[in-house]
């Protein structure tokens, strides 16, 4: 009896580790090793790995991210794909080293330095006029919407660009690439920062809401095929002579619409279909991308409401436990259960109700 209960107490013991193993690897999609090293390339072109102890301000000449192979760059690149943008850039996180992405974060914190301490329009505009010349080449401006100040990664939609360093070049093997990028904004960024509703175009539907001329929120739901409806939402504030991404945000939405099925990823990233997701949330984000379904069988076409939610917009002091709710800030993925979110009141929701029609 008793070398019965020790071999119990072996087995629950070694499940309790397995279990603890699986959430380590489901809440830190940054434990696997890393595939790269940082390195120094030289004005003869010469590569010299750093020492991760290092400065920037202590290394002398342009940095970049080495892969030991092809095959190491592209599985990094796989590895990312499905993270979010606060973890992509976690990965690559180094004392000595700005891929293009952080460059664009580092920009916008910069922005928004100037913005704070300009004296007048005029003070701002000067400063703004040097601000994007420092950035000429290497971040892109918003050609679509000539108020919206803030500058972006060019193609930024391409997971390369959290790799390789503002002169778009990675390291892979003995071998420096130039990774080749389109000068323009990704769509992503288009969806939400470039409002354009364009005449006959049936598979999206755009929403504004403006909060008295100093908070703009812009939203899209894309239909982009059968099997991929997505939901855009962009957040951003007003500044001197024009607006900026309010990047610290918490927004909550609401699809209800037919015929579709919702989506969630699982634990190896891979989508799988859900009965019903009443509300999505997500915290401190100005600028949502979401999957969230698609289309029931033979069906062509999406109808339904679309209902935004931003922490201006709610009393987060009156808090509700609500089921079916996904949650982008628990776990590797997110979390899908019930979670306590501020009330969200329909009539305190913007968005609108919508029909896209899928195009073939």
Known sequence: ?????????????????????????????????????????????????????????????????????????????????????????????????????????????????????????????????????????????????????????????????????????VVIGSKVKEVSLTNDMSESDKAVFAYIPGPGETNHFNFQNFIEDKKKTTGRVDLESSREIKVHVGCQKKTWRGWKRDNHRDVYFQLDAAPMFFELRNVAGVYYPVDYIRFHAFRNNGKIDFRTGGLKLDAASLSGTISVWTDLTVNTSEQVSYKNVYVDYEGKYGNYGTHTLPKLDPSNAYGGKFTVVLIK
Do not use: H, W
Not at 22 to 33: F, H, Y
Not at 136 to 147: R, S, T
């Open 1 to 169: 009896m008793k070398k019965l209960l020790f071999l119990a107490a072996i087995a629950l013991a070694t499940i309790s580790c397995q279990d603890e193993e699986n959430k380590l690897q489901i809440d830190n999609p940054t434990s696997q090793p890393q595939k790269f090293q940082v390195v120094q390339i030289t004005d003869q072109g010469d590569i010299i790995p750093i020492d991760n102890s290092k400065t920037r301000s202590s290394v002398q000449g342009e940095t970049a991210l080495q892969f030991a192979s092809e095959v190491d760059y592209q599985l990094s690149l796989k590895e990312i794909s499905n993270m979010s943008t606060e973890d992509k850039l976690a990965y690559v996180d180094s004392n000595n080293f700005i891929s293009l992405q952080e460059l664009a974060v580092k920009a916008d914190e910069e922005l928004e330095e100037i913005a704070s301490a300009a004296t007048s329009e005029s003070d701002f505009k000067s400063k703004y006029s040097q601000y994007v010349e420092k950035y000429k080449g290497l971040l892109v401006v918003n050609k679509y919407d000539d108020e919206d100040l803030s500058l972006y990664v060019p193609d930024g939609d391409n997971n390369s660009t959290y790799f390789i360093n503002s002169n778009r070049k």
